[in-house]
């Protein structure tokens, strides 16, 4: 009597929805939609729907609770699935916003089909439609949008240009203090930078503990100095195997420095970057808001 139960009950169900969403987003992960919407939300709303339709009703009239529970039983079923494709820490928090703003969807729209049972509810088809066309974007190019960014960060340092120039090939140490989002992300270990002349490569090394301390991901970048002006400094990215790859493709950076009194100089710096993710509403703010407090980071540390 004790198989049958084990198999009709919740722990079942929530364990067989994190092995088929596990597989599901495996061979999404390696095929030529990886970084689309349908990860990101058409497997949080399908989660969400088969949670919804497969889990026992309990007594609970209030929706919070019934909310609660729900939420409880998605966030198991999401780290279960981080767990079994090794997804990192980083991962994780990404994707929870998202993910819970999808499942919050989905509740919404069960909790409105109940209420409105016995009565008209063509217009409650509106936020599963959304769901679904949200979930397209990124699937082919014609259902996606603009990938390419350019983000500028700009300060005035109490530097010159000759020195900026002398200040961007010493050893960097990247230890100063670091906006909140960017300590998610993992800081070169090594840096081999060369002369500032026109030719040259610079290399720098990362390496990223997907779990804190195992589950390594070791990668660089390499840039080449394409252009070196009095005012102006460019670099184009040639390879990047790094853990950031995995969420937007690097194209390059390029510094414009502007001299004004007394020994200062305004500087300008733009990252130039692609977009990999889907839905461009969620990580296309968040890159750019990232990409912009490393452009002053970097100003900070290596010019100033």
């Given amino acids: 009597m004790s198989k049958p139960s084990f198999f009709k009950s919740d722990l079942f169900r929530i364990i067989a929805i994190i092995v088929v969403s596990s597989i599901g987003i495996f061979r999404i992960l390696h095929s030529n939609i990886s970084g689309s919407a349908i990860l990101y939300i058409g497997i949080p709303a399908a989660i969400g ?88 974007e990124g699937i082919h190019p014609s259902l996606s949008f603009d990938r390419y960014n350019e983000v500028t960060s700009s300060k005035v340092v109490n530097v010159s240009i000759d020195q900026i120039k002398r200040n961007l090939v010493r050893p960097v140490e990247l230890e100063q203090s670091r906006n909140w989002l960017l300590t998610l992300f993992p800081m070169p270990y090594q840096t081999d930078i060369g002369p500032l002349d026109e030719g040259e490569i ?4 990362y390496r990223y503990h997907r779990w804190f301390v195992t589950n390594t991901h070791e990668g660089y970048t390499k840039m080449k100095v394409a252009e070196v002006s009095d005012n102006r ?72």
Avoid at 202 to 205: A, C, E, K, L, V
Avoid at 279 to 302: N, R, S
Wanted: proline fraction near 2%.
């Fill in 202 to 205: 610079h290399t720098i090394h």
């Fill in 233 to 304: 400094i460019r670099l184009e990215m040639l390879e990047d195997t790094s853990y950031l790859s995995n969420y937007l493709k690097a194209h390059g950076t390029e510094i414009n420095m502007k001299a004004l009194d007394s020994g200062r100089t305004e500087v300008k710096l733009t990252i130039k970057y692609d977009r990999l993710l889907d839905p461009a509403w969620y990580f296309d703010p968040l890159q750019a808001y990232a990409t912009k407090q490393l452009g002053t980071y970097l100003i900070e540390t290596m010019i100033e």
């Fill in 49 to 136: 729907a088969f949670l919804l339709i497969s889990t026992k009703e309990t007594a609970e009239k209030d929706w919070k609770s019934r909310l609660a529970r729900f939420s409880r039983y998605s966030l198991i079923i999401m780290l279960g699935s981080s767990v079994i494709l090794l997804e990192g820490f980083l991962c994780v928090v990404m994707f929870m916003p998202i993910y819970f703003l999808v499942i919050f969807i989905v509740f919404l729209i069960k909790q409105a089909y109940e209420k409105n049972k016995g009565r008209s509810n063509m217009h409650l088809h509106i936020l599963p439609l959304i769901l679904i066309v949200s979930a397209s």
